[in-house]
């Protein structure tokens, strides 16, 4: 997957007081994705752009679009939240 085609998947960051306390508990991140994403299109997608690995991921439709929570290994959340300059 080259970058154009992730950026095509992952379309923003998602922040909350909720993803916030997920991602310090439990290593969870929240994006808006294409609604024709799937999880492994994500996890690629996620490796591609940030070069990070994810561990899991769970989609969820919401009124805001797809959202993916992506859970990462423990302090890589903050790290890559830090470096979107979400934090």
């Not at 960051?13 to 609604?35: C, G, N, R, W």
């Not at 919401?62 to 890559?80: E, M, N, W």
């Amino acid at each position: 997957m080259n970058v154009e085609q992730a950026r095509s998947i992952i379309v923003r960051p998602y922040i909350t007081e909720k993803v916030y306390t997920k991602m310090d508990k439990e290593d969870i991140l929240a994006f808006i994705v294409h609604d024709k994403a799937d999880k492994a299109k994500v996890k690629e997608a996620i490796k591609t752009l940030y070069n990070v690995d994810a561990i899991d991921v769970n989609i969820a439709r919401t009124i805001y679009g797809k959202k993916a929570y992506v859970k990462f290994q423990s302090g890589t959340a903050r790290d890559l939240a830090t470096k979107l300059g979400l934090v």
